[in-house]
């Protein structure tokens, strides 16, 4: 049964059914020491557990990455996700309907969502249940066999089958507690013009595409060399449907993501088949698009989770095309994008196959940034320093290019406008013409071609570093008054009609206590989910769970009088800074006074020189 939620409840209502032991044991490996738990932390090379985890207080932290949040800001690190998709994913783990605009649809219904997942992932087991058990697929097992694919790349990518068979999985549906309606909304089943159903995987090596979170979302589809002719296409993808977009995924993710997060770095190919290749040979950080170019979209998804992105593409002339077509992409992104052309017309599957990991590792370091590609593609064959007029074609070939991304003004982040300055630097530099020039003349082609002046969306803004705090660096009384005030929470409103946020000395401190004092303010609650919840910086929520921990050890007999004691120490601290400030604001002044007189003696004595006058002194 699923429970539908107001809006003010749902979050709530989603933290209080997701215990952070339960949801954060699915991710790693817990292991019970003390009160709490420990794990290896995912987020650096951990070899001893400095991930712990505080069931009391529902929450986690790394002393090492100095980070640390509830159970929300781990699934959006742990997934690379955004808090309303978090919301949802946590939601849908404790079988909470969450609140929305359009209408919910009947739960079994084909419109209901988790009805379709369902699906899906029953569609994935019979596939690949039929092509390891049943002799209907020895043409598959054949051929993926001659392809170099192993029993461990069968189970691990849960590839599978489909029967030569217009029928076969319609007719599995009517057996079965999915019905035909939900497999035609999931794209598992078509509709020909004359409105009859049939199967659209028919005579196919299955190649299940699942979402980050490993669920199966769509299908991909090779045609078996037995079964084709001239009217089966050679692959097949599920089309466009509620779960799945192919602009916003791309294949494999699920197995890669940790690698990728790991390395910082990650490969896109072509095919599915290179994917499978390149993760057999210990190449695991390898995505493929799916069936289409690299797009905004994918670079988006990716960033997430890499810095540098690795282009891998046949040596063939369609793939030096579609190199200069990504290029544009990328000029406005704060990813760095390496191009790898392999040689000998050879995909990453067979090169990888014929010639080892090593020699593709050894081939990506060779890799072109996506502009140093870009120019040599455009000065093939042209010498610069001879031909006039091939190294202008070049170059205003390369300025077209540029032209084509976002217009980087002045209202975009300094980072990278700096990224367009640094590639109109180097193009400079190669053709030996003038920055400047280059500058008037890509403004020329921008008006030219149309392009509108942009904010970027927030995805592609680089990301801020954030500040660091450390409790250690907190000011004594500070850390006092804080720890008292998340040990007592009946204390807070008396410490903050007795103080102020710009009595504390600790930024870290002063930073805390505001988020205190605005939800006091405004009438929210003052626990340590609330203030948790109220914090963005990640290295700030780590200095409130330290804070927090550190009260929870200390016994105080006696908060009122411990906080009679603070109180009274920041109004000695505060007099001490007034009466200083005071003292300091004298002595400026009388400096001020003799720096006048001073003044005033040496106009005396200039005119005095001048004239010739002799002035009077006193005594």
Not at 141 to 146: I, K, S
Not at 177 to 193: M, T
Request: hydrophobic letters at 40%.
């Amino acid at each position: 049964m699923v429970f539908p939620l107001e809006n003010n409840d749902a979050k709530e209502q989603v933290r209080a059914a997701s215990d952070i032991v339960d949801v954060l044991g699915s991710y790693l490996n817990l292991r019970r020491q003390g009160r709490g738990y420990v794990a290896l932390c995912p987020w650096h090379d951990d070899s001893r557990p400095s991930f712990q985890v505080n069931p009391q207080r529902q929450s986690w932290r790394c002393w090492v990455c100095g980070i640390g949040g509830d159970v929300f800001s781990f699934v959006m690190r742990r997934e690379s996700i955004e808090f309303r998709e978090a919301l949802e994913l946590l939601a849908d783990r404790a079988n909470i309907a969450l609140p929305s605009s359009a209408p919910a649809a009947p739960v079994g219904s084909p419109d209901d969502k988790k009805y379709q997942y369902n699906a899906l992932a029953w569609a994935e087991r019979l596939f690949h249940e039929l092509l390891l058990k049943d002799p209907i697929a020895d043409e598959a097992r054949r051929y993926l066999q001659d392809r170099g694919m192993t029993q461990d790349a069968i189970h691990h990518f849960h590839l599978g089958f489909a029967p030569n068979d217009w029928q076969w999985l319609c007719n599995r549906s009517l057996h079965s507690e999915y019905s035909q309606g939900v497999l035609e909304k999931v794209g598992l089943i078509g509709r020909s013009q004359s409105g009859n159903l049939y199967d659209r995987f028919k005579g196919r090596v299955i190649f299940p595409i699942r979402d980050p979170q490993a669920r199966p979302i769509a299908f991909g589809g090779r045609i078996l060399p037995a079964y084709a002719d001239e009217k089966a296409a050679k692959y097949v993808n599920s089309p466009e449907t509620r779960l799945f977009s192919k602009s916003d995924n791309v294949y494999a993710l699920d197995l890669a993501r940790d690698h990728i997060t790991n390395s910082k770095k990650v490969i896109v190919v072509e095919g599915y088949t290179d994917v499978i290749a390149l993760h057999e040979a210990g190449v695991k950080n390898a995505v493929a698009v799916l069936g289409t170019a690299l797009g905004p979209r994918h670079i988006q998804l990716l960033r997430r989770y890499a810095d540098t992105v690795y282009l891998v593409l046949d040596g063939d002339d369609a793939g030096q095309k579609r190199t200069s077509e990504v290029l544009e992409l990328f000029i406005a992104q704060q990813v760095d994008l390496r191009i790898s052309t392999l040689p000998d017309n050879l995909d990453p599957c067979d090169f990888v196959q014929q010639q080892g990991a090593d020699a593709f590792r050894a081939h990506l370091d060779k890799s072109l940034d996506a502009l140093e590609h870009k120019i040599r593609i455009a000065t093939n064959g042209v010498n610069l320093a001879n031909d006039l007029h091939g190294a202008n074609d070049a170059l205003e070939d390369v300025l077209n290019t540029l032209a084509k991304a976002p217009n980087l003004g002045s209202s975009t982040s300094s980072e990278v406008r700096l990224r367009e300055h640094q590639f109109l630097a180097r193009i400079a530099r190669q053709f030996q013409v003038d920055d400047s020039e280059l500058r008037t003349r890509l403004a020329s082609l921008r008006r030219a071609a149309g392009a509108k002046q942009r904010l970027p969306h927030p995805e592609e803004m680089p990301a801020v570093a954030n500040k660091t705090y450390r409790i250690g660096e907190l000011d004594s009384w500070d850390r006092l008054l804080l720890e008292l005030m998340l040990a007592h929470p009946e204390t807070i409103e008396w410490c903050l009609d007795e103080i102020g946020p710009d009595e504390l000395t600790s930024e870290g401190a002063r930073a805390i206590f505001q988020v205190l004092k605005s939800r006091s303010e405004a009438h929210e609650d003052c626990g340590f989910p609330g203030i948790l919840d109220s914090i963005d910086n990640e290295s700030l929520r780590f200095l409130l769970i330290e804070l927090d921990e550190a009260a929870s050890q200390k016994e105080i007999a006696e908060p009122d009088a411990e906080l009679k004691s603070i109180i009274a120490a920041f109004r000695r601290r505060h007099e001490d800074r007034y009466m200083g400030q005071q003292v300091a604001s004298m002595q400026q002044q009388a400096l001020s006074e003799k720096d006048e007189l001073d003044i005033l003696n040496q106009i005396i004595e200039q005119q005095r020189n001048r004239q010739g006058i002799s002035f009077p002194t006193d005594g």
